[in-house]
């Protein structure tokens, strides 16, 4: 097995923080115990190199004695691997061998609650008024062949207008309609990312991403979260180390998380990209649905006029309606030619009626915003309301926006949870879906698109799921630490 990044002993011991004001005994124990908890909360992604024992003995202080326990403690629980010659790097160990079956929880009444689907119902009136709108004005496409590889004229105006207005001037011959943000992040790989190539991501990230990057045999590098923000150092370590063809971020309501990057980080992630020659997937799905503060400006705006590889991907789908299968990519015209040559060997053109409806959409897009928002801020209240009364021992982290809160539930049993959950009618997703390799066990994602009663219910269900789970289910998390 072979690293795909490193950490320096230095970047490692400030990842440590005080550990030694909160353990001033016990030193072996406390600092493995914090190694361990960086990397199950995947700060501390799988597959990144440690560094070697006398490194960190000599950053940390310590004799290289207890560095080597430490090690040894970590591999013992199967937190970390080595290989003489190669190193030590982080892993996690196998998943417990859980029943899918979960009789304890018998007693507890079902209810079809789907906590798995980030996704709005439409934005009514405006998504009928306009698919009517559309239905009406498609006689004058009728005479034509209704292939338009490159989008519509007129939903491509609309989309660079958008992008236009919010600080990014974009023209319509740098616009490729494509059917939903999901073709777009493919058709990108595709043109971009050859077999067996590395490409970072933020982790967690939208598992949709992690799917597409294994379709087309790559490999994603994850780079953890440090504070609720990017870890921009990391990043760039990363860049410099593991030879990436591409890098996929969220960076506005990034999913699943709900954080949005610093304006303050941005241009530094566009010179990393710059600097390298690196191909950016900026992935602004969720861009219009920040809920906190002023809206971020568009990462892409920060490019130099000579850069050529940002590549933003948006969506109708998460504001209006996931019914209407419309994205788009905005990047420069040469690369709009190659993404359309692409996709000719997949589809030829996205729906005329859906390009029409969605091009109304845009024209309104500041209502559907304002009622969408009002909706979304009353039921994200109403979520962590619920979880606070019924599940106080969980952490919530709501982020700037965005549809989902990722809640981390204090122990590694997300899997079990959400199984069983499912089988009382609860549709639930655990954290391991948005990481690399099986990270996030502590963690679950629950959306906040349901009505506030419906949300309530579900969380009281919940808690008592969680608790029958906790409690006959927590055996076998893996960590048994001794000196």
């Not at 740098?174 to 971009?192: D, F, P």
């Not at 400006?297 to 789908?317: C, D, E, N, Y």
């Not at 905005?330 to 969605?358: E, N």
């Not at 959409?361 to 109403?382: K, P």
């Amino acid at each position: 097995m072979s690293s795909d990044r490193r950490i320096p002993a230095d970047a490692l011991h400030r990842q440590l923080g005080q550990w030694r004001q909160r353990n001033p005994g016990n030193v072996g124990n406390g600092v493995a115990e914090q190694i361990r908890q960086l990397i199950v909360d995947g700060r501390l992604p799988p597959r990144v190199r440690l560094p070697a024992e006398r490194d960190l003995a000599r950053e940390m202080g310590l004799s290289r004695t207890t560095v080597a326990g430490i090690y040894s403690r970590l591999r013992a629980a199967g937190y970390v691997e080595s290989r003489q010659g190669a190193g030590t790097w982080t892993g996690l160990p196998p998943s417990a061998q859980r029943s899918r079956e979960a009789p304890w929880l018998a007693g507890i009444a079902a209810s079809t609650i789907d906590f798995s689907q980030a996704a709005l119902a439409a934005c009514e009136p405006f998504v009928s008024t306009a698919i009517a709108t559309a239905s009406d004005e498609l006689f004058h496409y009728l005479p034509g062949h209704g292939y338009h590889t490159y989008g519509l004229p007129v939903l491509r105006d609309a989309v660079a207008r958008r992008f236009t207005e919010r600080g990014l001037p974009t023209t319509s011959d740098e616009i490729l309609v494509t059917n939903g943000a999901q073709q777009a992040i493919n058709l990108v790989l595709e043109t971009l990312v050859s077999s067996s190539a590395r490409v970072i991501v933020d982790h967690p990230t939208y598992p949709g991403a992690l799917d597409a990057i294994r379709r087309h045999r790559a490999r994603a590098v994850p780079i953890g979260f440090g504070d609720s923000v990017w870890d921009i150092e990391a990043l760039a370590d990363s860049v410099r180390h593991a030879s990436p063809q591409l890098m996929y971020l969220v960076p506005d309501c990034h999913s699943p998380t709900g954080y949005s990057m610093p304006p303050v980080d941005r241009p530094q992630v566009v010179e990393i990209s710059e600097r390298s020659a690196l191909p950016v997937i900026i992935d602004e799905t969720l861009s219009e649905l920040v809920l906190d503060g002023e809206d971020p400006p568009p990462l892409a705006s920060f490019a130099s006029a000579r850069h050529s590889t940002l590549v933003t991907i948006g969506s109708g789908s998460k504001l209006f309606w996931g019914g209407l299968r419309v994205g788009w990519v905005r990047a420069p015209r040469d690369v709009i030619g190659q993404l359309a040559a692409t996709r000719a060997a997949f589809d030829m053109a996205s729906p005329v009626v859906d390009q029409l409806a969605v091009a109304h959409l845009l024209a309104q897009v500041d209502e559907v915003r304002h009622v969408r928002h009002a909706w979304l801020l009353n039921t994200r209240e109403a979520l962590i309301s619920a979880i606070a009364r019924h599940v106080p021992g969980w952490k919530v982290e709501a982020g700037q926006g965005g549809l989902s809160l990722w809640i981390d539930i204090g122990a590694p049993l997300a899997e079990p949870l959400s199984a069983g959950a499912a089988q009382l009618g609860i549709h639930l997703t655990p954290g391991s879906r948005f990481g690399v390799d099986g990270s996030f066990e502590s963690y679950i994602r629950i959306p906040f698109t349901l009505d506030p009663h419906v949300i309530d219910q579900g969380i009281v269900r919940l808690a008592e799921i969680w608790r029958a789970v906790r409690d006959q289910g927590g055996a076998g998390s893996g960590w048994r630490p001794s000196i």
